[in-house]
């Protein structure tokens, strides 16, 4: 259960940010933070399997 509320709060957390940012007009701030997250997700990701060698040369 604590799980569970611990990812609700998460994702609270981020639909504040973008409500914050569509408030304030940095609306074109949200595609950068998106392109960040899925590149950090992929150098994690990358870390920890065997497909590390393959996404290193991407970079």
């Not at 595609?31 to 290193?56: D, E, H, N, R």
Request: net charge positive.
């Amino acid at each position: 259960m604590r799980l569970i509320q611990n990812l609700v709060s998460r994702f609270a957390i981020a639909g504040e940010l973008l409500q914050f940012f569509w408030q304030n007009k940095w609306w074109w701030l949200t595609p950068m933070i998106i392109v960040l997250l899925i590149v950090g997700g992929l150098l994690i990701f990358a870390q920890s399997s065997a497909v590390a060698p393959f996404i290193y040369t991407l970079f």
